[in-house]
C-alpha cells in the first residue's frame, strides 16, 4: 500500500491515556534516529531531522525517545527537528540505562540518577515538564519502590505529567502502582513474541497504553510463502504493514511505535493504519502468532 504523500494521514484510533491526554494510537519510535547500535550522530543528522519532521507532518502526536539513544542524542534532535513543539504533540522520554558503548545497556536505577537524568532530558528536549517519562527498565540492584518513588516525586514537583514503565512484569506494575498512576507500559511484543500477553491483559483491564517495541519482528512469517508474506500480496501492502495493523487490532490499549531512519520506511509504516484486515486473514496470523 502506497501513500499519498502530502496530506495528514488518518492514522488509527486514538486512546486516553492517563494523567496525558489523548494521542492516535500509532506513534513513532526514535530509536532509529541515532548511530549504529543506537550509538553516537547518525549517518545524516539532517536526515533524521526530516524523518521527525514529516512524522509529525504525517499527523503523529505521539513520539518515543530516552535518554540512551546515542545517548542523548535521539532527545537532540527532537528538539532542533520540533521545537517550539506542536499543539497536542506528546513526547516520551525513559531514564535508567546507563550505555558504554554501541548495543551495550547497563540498568541503572540510583534515584539520584534517575533524578539527574530526568533534569538532563527537560534540557534537552527544552520543556518544562516531561509529557510522558518511563523507566527503561527497573534496576535489580535497587530496591524498586526508590525507583518509583523518585518517579513519583518528579511528578509531584511538576517536573513530569505521566509515568510508564517498560519491560516489566504484572506483579512490577501492580507494585509501581502503590507509588503512582501508571499511564503505558512499554514491553516487546509482536507477532512472533507475546511473550507479555499478561501484561497486555492486565493493561486492558486497567486503562494502561501497552506499547509494544520491535512492533514489526515477524521472522520466518514474514519469509516468502509464510503467512504474513501472503497476507500482505493478497492485500496489496508490505509485510510490515500488515504486522501493524495486526498489532493495531490486536488491543485496544495498543501503540505501536515503529522506528526508522528513512522516510520512505516511515510513509510505509504510518500507510499501515489504512490496512484492513478481514477476519480470515487476522485468524491466520491470530493462529501462526500463537
Known sequence: MS???????????????????????????AMRIVGDGVWGEPADRSAAIQVVRRAVELGVDFIDTADSYGPNISEEILAEALHPYKEGLKIATKVGFTRTGPNQWIPVGRPEYLRQQAELSLRKLKVDTLDLLQLHRIDPKVDAEEQFGVLRELQDEGKVRALGLSQVSVEELEAAGKHFTVSTVQNRYNLTD?????????????????????????????????????AAKRLGATTSQVALAWLLRRSPVMMPIPGTGSVKHLEENLASAGVTLDEDTYAELEAAAG
Open 194 to 230: 507475546r511473550s507479555s500477553e499478561d501484561v497486555l491483559r492486565y493493561s486492558e483491564e486497567n486503562g494502561i497504553g501497552f506499547i509494544p517495541w520491535a512492533p514489526i519482528s515477524a521472522g520466518e512469517l514474514a519469509q516468502p510463502g509464510g503467512p504474513l508474506d501472503e
Open 3 to 29: 501513500l499519498n504523500t502530502s496530506n495528514q494521514l488518518e492514522l488509527s484510533a486514538t486512546i486516553d491515556l492517563k494523567d496525558l491526554g489523548t494521542v492516535h494510537r500509532l506513534g513513532f519510535g
